[in-house]
């Protein structure tokens, strides 16, 4: 009997091709890959060593001085490394968005990209030491900088060359010299871009790993790092505590960047969310 | 004083190869409602956006009061803008958007002497109970009293264009300038809103710039109509001046129906076409001159073909009834002509036609053949536009020479390849038996072309000229050809030379009152 005659003589499942078939590899992937270990984060979080309910691993990490400490300082660096990103990714943006030739321009800074960011990182911090700069809290925020500033540049850059000419003549037409219609109209309608490109630097600046420890020796350790070491270390029950503190940071974070830009209130011009 | 706010002189503004506008002069009066019309493309966009400073004009001066402002910027001149788009901030509410000029506006605020003795102006700012009383004022003025609170995205277009005209005019400009701001609207919006925009303009008595493309809106709101086309200004003069004696074939064709024919100048108050001659009011034209003669539907007259007025006898080929009027087209010989009448006619039937001699409207040709200055590519080869013709000549490569072809011996084909040249169609005006095209060859030569079809306006065509009909002399080389267009006066300045003679006299004596002021 060939295949083919079975396939006739049991038509009892049928495939079709429905536009919902198409989803099925992405949920699969989303349920082993997302909601699978985020259970079992979950679970670990509330086990011991010996595999029994308890909840000694809250107590270990909120007890813990230098935990917390590693935690204030994967915040600071986060805001320091979004600030110096914002600082000098707007203004580049604004003029990126200027020049008829911009969209190229912006093409050489999403560039380096391309280039794993461990081989980047590792090649940053051999400049370094040919240099011979002392690694430390400043070498991180520079790799931190380099690794993050085009995802401050991208969505900054299609805000502000989204907006409409007109309203910039607008203003100019109603009195407004160039540093106020910079102030009173360019500046208000890219908020939404600068707060996608804030979502886009500081929730990965904060969870990231390895460009700190690289880049000052493994002298400055952030809570991606440690949160690393933890699993390195057997310690599971408390890693995944920490990981659930990322997490919770992330979403508030996330809740934060929303309300602020809904309250803004701009559909104004196109942003990267 | 001077009564002109705004004097354009001379102004040209080139994008790249392309003359947007060309030497526009232009004069318009303190409390003028004028007009730029055109259709799209003809440059009167950009010249409003000179005016207001978002276009720097490639040569050529804008007066504002008497003071050269070709190079002040925008915020600094003392006109405000309605935008095509309205260009509403959408990050700030109703009253905001109208405060928003407001806010920055510094206003004298009396003087004092400095420690050098010299008196100083001073300035400040409106306080926010002055602001709010203008915005609310404003808001009132365009019958929007509770929308201050709402954003703008929420309010329909009629409204959003209401708020735009009240953010440009709360700041009390001098001069208001509106680009096409009623084109987003429909039919009946647009109505109101020129009843109210005419309305508003005798109210403030501000000087109104307006720019449409829709000649039905310029005849209704202007006291002035400037028309543009291709960057030239055609004529400047009142709605009915435009309507009633067009300057020429362009503007009678844009403005209103018409029937546009091709004749002759016999001599002085005759004028033949339809192989009919005609009494007319015109004269000072050449003896047996080619002109064009403008016929408007409703000053044809059409009568029982055996009543003793009867100029010219028609055969009635349709009759279609249009609401008002019945739509009649009439054949006389191979001319098609448009007549409005109130009663309707049988078709097929032969009628009689009377036009007053007032009511021809007689034109010079804007050229009668075509000409251009080139140089021989090859024996029996010349150049024209980047394209070899051949021809019968036997002048040796490189000659300078002027080439001439007539209208009707330019064949345009439908495929661009087929001719010898590629152009683009820029316009096309039915002359009662064919249609007159312009098409423009790539390097910016317009060839007349007369044609049997009608041909679309944007359209690229080929060119095609039979050997035998390319006429070619010999010329000096560096002689150019002329083909200096007229210049175009303002008739609602200067209606008759002894009114303007009236009005230099005028000057004179002003400037000489002037003078001794000054000794004085």
Redesign the interface.
Known sequence: MTNAAVAVSKPKWRFKLTKRVFSYPYVLFMLLFVVIPLVMILVNAFLDADNNLTLENFADFFTDKSSLVILANSLLVGVITTAICLIIGYPLAYFLSKMPSGRVLVLFYVLPMWVNFLIRTLATKAIFIAMDVTLGMGTVIFGMVYNYLPFMILPLHTTLSSIDRSYIEAAQDLGADSSTVFLKTVLPLSVSGIISGITMVFIPTISTFAISQLLSNGKIFLFGDSIQMKFEQGLYGVGSIMSLVMLVFVLVSNFIINRASRKSGLSVGRSLW | MSDNIIEIKNVTKTYGAKDAVKNASLNIKRGEFVTLLGPSGCGKTTTLRMI???EMPTSGQILFDGEDITNT???LRR???V???Y?????LNVFNNIA??LK??LIPNGTKRNRKGEEVQLFRKYTKAEIKQKVDAALKMVDLEDYGHR?V?SLSGGQQQRVAIA??IV?EPEVLLLDEPLGALDLKMRKDMQLELMDMHKRLGITFVYVTHDQEEALTMSDKIVVMRDGVIQQIATPETVYDEPANAFVADFIGESNILSGVMLEDYKVEFADTVFECVDKGFKKNEPIDVIIRPEDLRILDKEDKMTILTATVASSVFKGDHYQVTLMAGENELIAHDTATYEEGSTVGLYIKPFDLHIMHKSRIINEIDTEMADENLVWIADGKFECNCPFEAGTPVRVKVDFDDVIITDDEDDGVIGATVVSSIYKGSYYQCIVRTDDYYDFFVDTDDDWLKGDRVGINIAPEKILIERREAGAPAEDSAPEVVDQTEYSSDAQSAENNAENVAAAEKNETEVKG
């Not at chain 2, 260009?87 to 990050?91: S, V």
């Open positions: 207001a400073g978002f910027p925008p915020h006109v405000n803008t935008f095509q788009k260009a509403l901030f959408p990050h928003f000029g920055m506006k954003g995205s953010r440009a700041n």
